[in-house]
């Protein structure tokens, strides 16, 4: 069974940075990539870019190019966004999915993780 | 690039069938075939219900069917059932080589 699992809740103050997981199983985790997908509180989908853990190769979506870093460890399965300096505006939920591609072209995700919510306050 | 244009809110009784449309451009639901569809309830992810347009994931009922007329992608739910209550997005491919992706707005559907 394909799962994707992502780590807690965080609480974070502006300024601070923040790294948060995504750990695959259930497929080969090198084969496939990972997206990662903004929802801020009561609102739409985002996309924020796509990383192949076989090769590292990440792709930003031009929104998010800058804002976050996205990264794997593909010896334990686990993808990561990455923030160096959190601000209030990305309080939101954070999703993971594996990523739906179709030969050269990845364009949604097929399996999702639960989502990680985070909070940046003051 | 914008998100793509989804009506906020659609609905029907038990048994009927509701579209839900989603309008984008030429460069990217016009443009290719990698329109996808997504069906989240409170509180939890989304679920992917149709990919490249028409295609229905093992698992989903062939209640729900997708199409596409020029910019504009539809999804229609057919036979509406209590538990279709949920929030619908929709999303396509928009080209470039950083594999970029829009979504739609959303639709809150309601079974009435």
């Known amino acids: 069974e394909v799962q994707l699992v992502q780590s807690g809740a965080e609480v974070k103050k502006p300024g601070e940075s923040l790294k948060i997981s995504c750990k695959g199983s259930g497929y080969i985790f090198t084969s496939y990539w990972i997206a990662w997908v903004r929802q801020m509180p009561g609102k739409g989908l985002e996309w924020m870019g796509i990383?192949?853990?076989?090769?590292?190769?990440?792709r930003y979506s031009p929104s998010f190019q800058g804002q976050v870093t996205i990264s794997a460890d593909k010896s334990i399965s686990t993808a990561y966004l990455h923030w160096s300096s959190l601000k209030a505006s990305d309080t939101a939920m954070y999703y993971c999915?594996?990523?739906?591609?179709?030969?050269?072209?990845?364009?949604?995700?097929?399996?999702w993780g639960q989502g990680t919510l985070v909070t940046v306050s003051s | 690039q914008s998100a793509l244009t989804q009506p906020p809110s659609a609905s029907g009784s038990p048994g009927q069938s509701v579209t839900i449309s989603c309008t984008g451009t030429?460069?990217?639901?016009?443009?290719?075939?990698?329109v996808s569809w997504y069906q989240q309830h409170p509180g939890k992810a989304p679920k992917l219900m149709i990919y490249e347009v028409s295609k229905r994931p093992s698992g989903v009922p062939d209640r729900f069917s997708g199409s596409k007329s020029g910019n504009t992608a539809s999804l229609t739910v057919s036979g509406l059932q209590a538990e279709d209550e949920a929030d619908y997005y929709c999303?396509?491919?928009?080209?470039?080589?950083?594999?970029?992706?829009?979504f739609g707005g959303g639709t809150k559907l309601t079974v009435l």
């Open positions: 999915a594996r990523a739906k591609c179709s030969s050269t072209i990845c364009y949604g995700g097929d399996y």
């Open positions: 030429s460069s990217d639901v016009g443009g290719y075939n990698y």
């Open positions: 990383i192949y853990p076989g090769d590292s190769d990440t």
């Open positions: 999303s396509s491919y928009a080209g470039s080589n950083n594999f970029n992706v829009v």
